[in-house]
T-cell receptor
Framework: EDQVTQSPEALRLQEGESSSLNCSYT??????LFWYRQDPGKGPEFLFT???AGEEKEKERLKATLTKKESFLHITAPKPEDSATYLC???????????FGAGTRLFVKA | DAGVTQSPTHLIKTRGQHVTLRCSPI?????VSWYQQVLGQGPQFIFQ???????GRGNFPDRFSARQFPNYSSELNVNALLLGDSALYLC???????????FGPGTRLTVL
């Protein structure tokens, strides 16, 4: 069964303290892995798509990487406005179903 | 450019009633997917539609149904509402379904 596990559940950082979020997945055939940011009471905001092991994508202070079993979202020198829930999702080769993890809630304190 | 729009924003129903939620995709997108998100959890896949046909269904009871119209907008219907149906219902659109999806703001459904 396709599954996505994110860790940690919550992460508290000081402003400027870099860290990484983990997304472990099992899927019969990976079409794509997605990262989203979600603010309270809002819909998820698309960040990145990764398609194959070794691929990396960057956007401002965020960098996403992908291996055959995991993806990492690295946050460099975070700011309080980076506080949000970060969701990881995988889509199988059929492309008909997207499975989300429970998310990592990130708190960045000034 | 307008993003994905959903209506209504909030909705309060009582057990046993039915509800219809609406979604308009980004212009040019032909696929719409529906998700249920309970507080503290990630979105859970309900349906995917592409070119008016159902292409995928998640593990939800038959009380949940959906359809897509010729203009690619979509409706999600839930019959015989239960307290456990209270959640944020999210609609996401994509060009063909098999790539990144863009989410609307969601409809907050409360069942009393």
């Amino acid at each position: 069964e396709d599954q996505v596990t994110q860790s940690p559940e919550a992460l508290r950082l000081q402003e400027g303290e870099s860290s990484s979020l983990n997304c472990s997945y099992t899927v019969s055939g990976l079409r794509g892995l997605f990262w989203y940011r979600q603010d309270p009471g809002k819909g998820p905001e698309f960040l990145f798509t990764l398609y194959s092991a070794g691929e990396e994508k960057e956007k401002e202070r965020l960098k996403a990487t992908l291996t055959k079993k995991e993806s990492f979202l690295h946050i460099t020198a975070p700011k309080p406005e980076d506080s949000a829930t970060y969701l990881c999702a995988v889509q199988d080769t059929g492309g008909f179903k997207t499975i989300f993890g429970a998310g990592t809630r990130l708190f960045v304190k000034a | 450019d307008a993003g994905v729009t959903q209506s209504p924003t909030h909705l309060i129903k009582t057990r046993g009633q039915h509800v219809t939620l609406r979604c308009s995709p980004i212009s040019g997108h032909k696929s719409v997917s529906w998700y249920q998100q309970v507080l503290g959890q990630g979105p859970q896949f309900i349906f995917q539609y592409y070119e008016k046909e159902e292409r995928g269904r998640g593990n939800f009871p038959d009380r949940f149904s959906a359809r897509q119209f010729p203009n690619y907008s979509s409706e999600l219907n839930v019959n015989a509402l239960l307290l456990g149906d209270s959640a944020l219902y999210l609609c996401a659109s994509s060009f063909s379904g098999g790539n990144e999806q863009f989410f609307g703001p969601g409809t907050r459904l409360t069942v009393l």
